[in-house]
């Protein structure tokens, strides 16, 4: 899955990564906006958006989560001061702490 998106307007996710259903493996970044109608008006304006909220479908507060591992018990990884973080911050924080999926250079 790439950039797919979630939302309504209490609250908002977008999620990047796949999910193996033979192998029990799944592998999904991506952030959780509350109050996403509002959170996310910013998120429209082609470069500031990308700055304070993170890029489209994202808001100025968002927390940024990885779930990995197996289906039936998945590692979650949530980093709470992404809540506060804006949008360019919050991405290199993904980076540093590993809520970011980083791309697979050999899977497709």
Do not use: C, W
Not at 9 to 15: A, D, N, Q, S, Y
Not at 31 to 56: E, H, K, R
């Amino acid at each position: 899955m790439r950039e797919g998106v979630m939302s309504g307007p209490e609250i908002g996710m977008t999620f990047d990564g796949f999910i193996d259903f033979p192998r029990d493996r799944l592998d999904l970044a991506g952030s959780y906006v509350p109050a996403y109608a509002l959170n996310s008006l910013l998120s429209n304006i082609p470069v500031l958006g990308f700055v304070i909220a993170g890029g489209q479908h994202e808001g100025i507060f968002a927390l940024s989560y990885r779930l990995t591992g197996s289906l039936s018990s998945p590692v979650v990884n949530v980093n709470p001061l992404s809540a506060i973080a804006p949008g360019m911050i919050r991405k290199i924080m993904g980076v540093l702490d590993g809520t970011t999926r980083l791309p697979d250079s050999g899977r497709q």
